[in-house]
């Protein structure tokens, strides 16, 4: 399957430029399948833009699935009347799913517990198949935790796609966000035996700098392409499942003690 | 000390840069304006700054705005800066000593303190007042030494569009107008604002910036507690106790004015508005 990352920079609360950016590059990809960042409909830094701003989004999610074969993107779901949560769109053939964000991060510079509700892990651990692959999807600081992706690739994901909108922070000797990352999606790939494919945000929204630089590492724990920096930008590659078969062969992904997650559960 | 200031200016330069001008670039565009319009004293944050708006647009205006209590070292390497990044067509001089003078008749006082951030708040008329009329953004040149300190001028070089330095430290902002090219005698001069005559800010404070900077990095970035941040930089506690007082009673500064809430949704404490309204 030939996937697509389309990095780019949302325009915070303007659904109808989004929409619009997100109709063009779904029209001129010649990729299987097309990821987009977090929230790619509306924009991250909402703040109380959000309660103004998701009828609109949902009804924006329509039109992008009448209009595409395989396409992954963010907005907010309504799940009932007043609960809110960070989703995102799998829209495969016409036919589209939600999935959410489990852990929402409340710190430093982020409150998302303010506006969202988190997902269920119980109920809301999906995994699609298209042209072949079996993939699932996270977002951004579920990445962060080891559980998500581990119950996908479990579950049974050749690959994981990770919509995301990182902002800058912390000034160290270079972008040590970015090494941050790079470092989480080789580790989620080697320990899993996965396709792992990161797709930031980028661009300005309030105080904050979504820095882009948006990648995807094989199974082998190799960077396979990189997005620029502080540019929107569209990378392409080809998720093998030979490259899986390979990854697992020489790795101890089937050793799973499910004893750890027992001990885990009673911390 | 130095292993802290060590870790302080251990950042990458190209990076913070190539990020600043990045963003002043496009928070120009994003908010409708064709360029951006600074003041220029000759000190290394308005220079620092100065350079990075060349380098984000073609479209910026420079004011050199002295009062007689400016160094007239500091119109030189304000002069420098301009010809440094070939500005000679791109900005005015003005000088503020007149309209100061007014206010003085007006007011009948001699405080310096008063007189020094009356001259702050004319620079800020005079920028808003081209920025106007050239539809440009105000660049602030503020850091973030000062910054904490409370060490500016409320709605005078306080009031700006943007502060694209504003979380540097001054000694980082010395790092990086090195790595811009500026000439060492303007990275190294001692910081003052020159509202009045022999005015440093190192003077006023009593401590040189690396111990501020120091002491600033290891209670902001690091939440050390005052006693281990003396007794890891081997400075008098007081020291420290001051600095940490100066950012504590400077909050107000850099704030909005308050809004005493009554409604379900007041402005600032509820109302939580992105600024990037469309």
């Keep these: 399957m030939d996937i697509e990352l389309a990095q780019i920079r949302p325009k915070l609360g303007d659904v109808e430029y989004n929409l619009e950016k997100h109709l063009e590059i779904i029209q001129t990809s010649s990729a299987d399948c097309i990821i987009f960042p977090e929230l790619s409909l509306t924009g991250y830094v909402l703040?109380?833009?959000?309660?103004?701003?998701?009828?609109?989004?949902?009804?924006?999610?329509?039109?992008?699935?009448?209009?595409?074969?395989?396409?992954?993107?963010?907005?907010?779901?309504?799940?009932?009347?007043?609960?809110?949560?960070?989703?995102?769109?799998?829209?495969?053939?016409?036919?589209?799913?939600?999935?959410?964000?489990?852990?929402?991060?409340?710190?430093?510079?982020?409150?998302?517990?303010?506006?969202?509700?988190?997902?269920?892990?119980?109920?809301?651990?999906?995994?699609?198949?298209?042209?072949?692959?079996?993939f699932g999807v996270v977002i951004c600081e579920d990445a962060w935790h080891p559980e998500p992706i581990e119950a996908l690739a479990l579950k049974?994901?050749?690959?994981?796609?990770?919509?995301?909108?990182?902002?800058?922070?912390?000034?160290?000797?270079?972008?040590?966000?970015?090494?941050?990352?790079?470092?989480?999606?080789?580790?989620?790939?080697?320990?899993?035996?996965?396709?792992?494919?990161?797709?930031?945000?980028?661009?300005?929204?309030?105080?904050?700098?979504?820095?882009?630089?948006?990648?995807?590492s094989s199974p082998q724990g190799t960077i396979k392409v990189r997005a620029r920096k502080f540019e929107e930008d569209r990378i392409f590659t080809k998720i093998d499942l030979e490259d899986v078969r390979k990854a697992r062969f020489f790795s101890s992904f089937r050793d799973h003690n499910r004893d750890f997650h027992r001990l885990l559960s009673n911390l | 000390m130095q292993s802290v200031l060590q870790e302080l200016k251990n950042v990458n330069y190209s990076v913070i840069s190539e990020y600043i001008i990045r963003r002043i670039s496009e928070y120009i565009t994003e908010s409708g304006k064709n360029g951006g319009i600074i003041g220029l004293s000759g000190g290394?944050?308005?220079?620092?700054?100065?350079?990075?708006?060349?380098?984000?647009?073609q479209n910026y205006f420079i004011l050199l705005m002295p009062s007689s209590s400016t160094p007239q070292k500091d119109m030189e390497d304000a002069k420098k800066i301009i010809n440094m990044i070939g500005a000679n067509n791109k900005y005015k001089i003005i000088n503020i000593d007149t309209i100061l003078e007014s206010f003085k008749n007006e007011i009948k006082t001699n405080d310096k303190l008063v007189l020094g951030n009356i001259k702050a708040r004319i620079r800020m008329?005079?920028?808003?007042?081209?920025?106007?009329?050239?539809?440009?953004?105000?660049?602030?040149?503020?850091?973030?030494?000062?910054?904490?300190?409370?060490?500016?001028?409320?709605?005078g070089d306080g009031g700006v569009d943007i502060l694209p330095i504003g979380d540097l430290y001054k000694t980082q902002v010395r790092e990086l107008g090195r790595y811009l090219g500026l000439p060492e005698d303007i990275v190294t001069k001692p910081s003052s604002p020159a509202l009045w005559e022999g005015q440093t800010?190192?003077?006023?404070?009593?401590?040189?910036?690396?111990?501020?900077?120091?002491?600033?990095?290891?209670?902001?970035?690091?939440?050390?507690?005052?006693?281990?941040?003396?007794?890891?930089?081997?400075?008098?506690?007081?020291?420290?106790?001051?600095?940490?007082?100066?950012?504590?009673?400077?909050?107000?500064?850099?704030?909005?004015?308050?809004?005493?809430?009554?409604?379900?949704?007041?402005?600032?404490?509820?109302?939580?508005?992105?600024?990037?309204?469309?």
């Design chain 1, 47 to 134: 703040r109380d833009l959000v309660y103004e701003v998701f009828k609109e989004a949902e009804k924006a999610v329509t039109k992008i699935v009448d209009n595409s074969k395989c396409v992954i993107f963010g907005t907010i779901k309504e799940v009932r009347s007043g609960i809110l949560r960070n989703s995102a769109v799998i829209s495969i053939e016409g036919n589209y799913d939600y999935i959410y964000k489990f852990y929402l991060p409340t710190y430093g510079l982020f409150e998302e517990r303010r506006y969202f509700q988190p997902g269920d892990p119980l109920s809301d651990v999906k995994i699609f198949k298209y042209k072949g692959i079996n």
């Design chain 1, 156 to 216: 049974g994901a050749d690959a994981v796609f990770i919509p995301a909108s990182s902002p800058m922070r912390r000034l160290e000797e270079n972008l040590l966000i970015e090494n941050n990352w790079e470092s989480l999606i080789k580790a989620h790939s080697l320990m899993y035996g996965i396709w792992t494919a990161f797709v930031n945000a980028v661009g300005s929204q309030e105080e904050e700098y979504f820095w882009g630089g948006s990648m995807v």
């Design chain 2, 44 to 57: 290394i944050d308005s220079s620092v700054t100065t350079v990075l708006l060349s380098k984000a647009t």
């Design chain 2, 125 to 155: 008329i005079l920028l808003y007042a081209y920025s106007q009329i050239m539809n440009y953004l105000v660049i602030g040149t503020g850091d973030k030494s000062e910054l904490l300190l409370g060490y500016f001028t409320k709605y």
């Design chain 2, 201 to 278: 800010a190192e003077g006023e404070l009593g401590v040189s910036y690396d111990i501020i900077d120091a002491v600033l990095y290891l209670r902001v970035e690091k939440m050390m507690d005052i006693d281990s941040i003396a007794k890891e930089l081997q400075i008098n506690v007081d020291i420290v106790r001051k600095i940490d007082r100066m950012v504590k009673t400077s909050q107000h500064k850099r704030l909005p004015p308050e809004i005493f809430r009554l409604s379900g949704r007041a402005i600032n404490s509820d109302w939580r508005y992105p600024r990037e309204w469309i």
